[in-house]
């Protein structure tokens, strides 16, 4: 495996392929696998899960990882072309990636969206224009569109939990003060529709994910036997769902507009923490997903994330597993 | 071992076991023991020795650490309960340290003392409400008020030099220009209590040890034969010792006032230095024993801390391998 | 191997011996060859390549590295004598270094000039003074005049590519809005001298390399069969050349003096930055080289390093694996 930076870019096949070896290495240790192995990790935004679990993988499997991130390090990167650099940046992403990437065997790179321009972002530019510089090995460890690690774990926690393929999944916006990426949802939803899961998306007015993400995934359902409709009406939304994933995100109709995003945001504020009566005509084993940060009682009560609905840390553990056989076919094969 | 919180936790047979073990594995390394295992290090506060030693701990038997600390890598940790988080913290403990345990084979948690309310601290809440939130064997790496780790380290420590178990052991309290937590003083004196020794705690007044501290120490030296007693008077104290083990710390008078510590303290700048006049009438071979980090000229004169007496870094070089016994009782049995 | 400070330390067949094991390493990795060995890493300054490759290079050893570094994990270190620790520095390197050594079977450490007194850098004072408090060995991971590790790299690099013992090596002064360290072109300079190379040093005046660097790379030249001169001249310095190694640093004449190494740099703005100009009379093949990061459009053109002269990736790569070869002659023999 050259690259891990879309689930798109594998078959289903490749995908259970995957969670496979990543349930073998959670029963069956293997501390050799990827001796003397080195995985470089780059992030330009900040972490918990990515940084811990990556680290974590590299030494069940019996090699290590290294971590490079400004804050720490480094006076700041320079990522703009044809520049002069007089400034404060003190390197250029055209040396710093290289020789990052030089130093393992394989490249994990995080990298938020900037959130100024929707076309921009939805192309996934910056983050391409980073890991072009890279010549091993590499997986997306969120960059602004997508977050394949979070996704492959969220499927795995699915099968493991037993969800039907063709099972109802709702992605919910949820509450937040402040204005964050689109990459996860636009992810869960890909990901949903490629499991071949029955999918309604539900979000207030100004919400709507961006047409180009809907039609990827209106595709992948396509091929997978599932389907994707929208809607603001929580009821209708979630009627015999399986499976609540939450996740806020900023405006796409206010998108990089601050003051837009705030004004439409600040009316939802209340109505869109998910909470037990939301489960009302929901199946009885609906069960809570989020990839974590989360609010408490901004996003979610205490009381679902505390309950037996809750997934999260299920979730947050798959993340190892599935990394850790990601790292197995890119580096041992 | 589930966990490692307390020397108390343990009777004296299994922390030689412990010692034993120690040194074992100092003469005779085992770079393979912990394969494939993962530590989990949470540190809530700062930290030099524990951050290093647990780390090369892990190295040195063959697996790997990592380390989460929110100045690094996250935006503030929320602890508070039925809290809605929609300010600064976009995490809290609840779901923060299960994941971060999910991820390792043992964990270590370091969180100091709020220092507001001495009750709070001496029953250890803050510390409880954390570690009850982990379902992996885990070790107390600093917490209000215990630190068995290094009480570990110093108990081998004076073993290796041959400080006999009945010896007498003054622990001191030395003058520091700021507040500081009381856990190493309450570990070391219940450790010593521990071991047998005939403890006599010299402090000024207002800085006396809280009885909840006193009375386990005294319950542990009626069980292992030694004894306490407490004074003011330096000579009285230091008449025949083997052992001064210095420690600043707040004021347990004026505890979570901090302008009554600071009158107090202010009164005893130059006096509470440990300097060669003190041991005027200890043993000639009395050792000075402190944790680390120390301030030179402050708390301890630079001729003791580059004398014969000093044994500061065989204290910090016990850490390593006090812990990777711990490490390796955990994780290997 | 008990310290690796500075190259004038081994014998030329002591570097191909050393240079040899790095390329045995890279084509004949193994990865249990330190197995249970840790390397402690102290950074005083900022790294990005040495905190990487060192981490790396222990991994794929087998082994495992941790990092000290004042702004990740401690309240400042004191390294004055006889001082009284009132402020805000809560450890001294007294006890800080001799503890952060007694972790590691070896220690790399990193401390940049302070550029206030150019004979007190120039003895190293600091960094001897940092060095002499640890009892195993260790490695220069830049001082404040030398990097050996940077300039080891630099050698196999050239060998690498072919470029003739007796070749010509311009090292020439480059622009930067800053004032920095002069180690590297110091290293660099005495490295070339070794190798045997006929040096031109080009530099505008003011920023004439020290009399007892000069020296020193003198009396190796002589050893080697090589030569230096010193130009302000450009042209002069480029005829034929096989190798221009590009680095800025502070004024000497006003070294220490801000306002003066300021307004003289201020004149040389735009005048050296390397670009393809320069190489008009040097062999067709001559290679730009730079130990990195470097400021592009300010020290050398964007056509520079982006073309194939650039062999700047290529450094920085065999940084890795000069390091690794002289981890395992000591930790290993």
Known sequence: MRRFNDLADFSNEEIKDLIALAARLDKNPEPRALEGKVLSLLFLSPSLRTLSSFQAAMIKLGGGAFVISPDMSIHGLESRYGIVMDGTAAEHVREAIPVIASYGDAM?????????????????????????????????????????????????????????????????????????????????????????????????????????????????????????????????????????????????????????????????????????????????????????????????????LDGSRSVVIQEARNRLYAQMAVLYRMMKG
């Not at 689109?182 to 961006?210: C, D, Q």
Request: glycine share 8%.
């Open 108 to 304: 994990g790179v995080r990298a938020f969206a900037e959130r100024r321009d929707l076309a921009h972002d939805l192309a996934d530019t910056d983050f391409k224009n980073l890991t072009g510089l890279i010549n091993k090995p590499w997986i997306n460890m969120e960059s602004a569109i997508d977050h394949p690690c979070q996704s492959l774990a969220d499927w795995k926690t699915m099968d493991d939990l037993g969800v039907p393929e063709h099972g109802k999944f709702v992605l919910s916006w949820g509450y937040h003060p402040k204005a964050l990426p689109l990459a996860v949802s636009a992810a869960t939803l890909r990901m949903a529709a490629k499991r071949g899961m029955n999918i309604v998306h539900l979000r207030p007015p100004g919400f709507e994910m961006p047409p180009a993400i809907m039609d990827q995934a209106r595709k992948a359902a396509a091929a997978s036997g599932g389907s994707i409709t929208e809607t603001t009406d929580r009821r209708e939304a979630m009627e015999g769902a399986h499976v609540i994933y939450t996740k806020s995100y900023s405006s796409t109709k206010y998108y990089g507009d601050k003051l837009g995003d705030q004004a439409l945001r600040e009316q939802l504020v209340g109505t869109w923490c998910v909470d037990e009566p939301w489960f009302a005509n929901a199946r009885p084993d609906c069960r809570f997903m989020h990839c974590l940060p989360v609010r408490r009682g901004v996003e979610v009560s205490d009381r679902i």
